[in-house]
């Protein structure tokens, strides 16, 4: 079945650096991925929807200069927090439309970010 | 958006069939219903959509109330790794729709 890959896994990192979290669509193109952040005992919320060779939709309320995001091919996706800050710390989730049949989307295993 | 309800959390033991409600009283009648599963610390998962005819696949089966405005997820022999927070999704086919998430019902499975 579709293999949606995202690394890392896990992130820590310090105040003020930045990190790049990566999402590829192993065996299908994808011209169209979603980032989702998501706090604890919290559902998914939708951060952004990235689109393959032109600039990503961010949802209302999230900051498209902190939240850097790259498609520049059809099987990769980067979602890169900038000047990363405490309240940063979430888990971030990407997905992308395909493989599952008609509408169905493929999740990557989500990234554990810790800005200490 | 189709707006959903689902019992906050649910309990079932080991080898025995879980069925799952959904109410989407507001859902169009373009909308597929979708649903996915997250297990702790994972991304979600794809568990099994459908129309409007009842659905099977290897994990889950879909029955779908007729006016369409419920359905009803069934896990026929839960197994602890069923143990997640399954969403019901209603979702147009259209490209590239968001899907909404809502709060889901957390099932615990009992060994």
């Known amino acids: 079945g579709a293999v949606v890959s995202q690394h890392p896994s896990r992130v820590i990192c310090k105040s003020g650096t930045s990190v790049k979290i990566e999402c590829r669509s192993l065996?299908?193109?994808?011209?169209?991925m979603f980032w989702y952040r998501q706090f604890p005992k919290k559902s998914l919320m939708l951060m952004a929807t990235?689109?393959?060779?032109?600039?990503?939709?961010?949802e209302q309320g999230v900051e498209k200069d902190k939240f850097l995001i790259n498609h520049a091919s059809l099987t990769l996706s980067t979602l890169t927090v900038t000047s990363a800050h405490p309240e940063d710390s979430s888990f971030y989730i990407c997905?992308?439309?395909?493989?599952?049949?008609?509408?169905?989307?493929?999740f990557g295993s989500g990234t554990r970010l810790t800005v200490v | 958006d189709a707006k959903t309800t689902q019992p906050n959390s649910m309990e079932s033991n080991e080898e025995e069939p879980v069925h799952l409600p959904c109410n989407h009283s507001t859902i169009s009648g373009t909308d597929y219903i979708h649903w996915y599963r997250q297990l702790p610390s994972q991304g979600p998962e794809y568990v099994i959509h459908?129309?409007?005819?009842?659905v099977n696949n290897r994990m889950a089966s879909l029955a779908i109330a007729e006016d369409r405005k419920s359905s009803t997820l069934i896990l026929h022999r839960a197994t602890l790794r069923d143990a997640a927070v399954y969403y019901c999704?209603?979702?147009?086919?259209?490209?590239?729709?968001?899907?909404?998430w809502g709060l889901g019902t957390s099932l615990a499975v009992n060994p």
């Open positions: 997905s992308a439309r395909g493989g599952q049949g008609i509408g169905g989307y493929t």
């Open positions: 999704i209603p979702l147009n086919a259209g490209n590239n729709r968001k899907l909404i």
């Open positions: 065996d299908f193109q994808a011209t169209t």
């Open positions: 459908g129309l409007t005819s009842n």
């Open positions: 990235s689109n393959e060779g032109s600039k990503a939709t961010y």
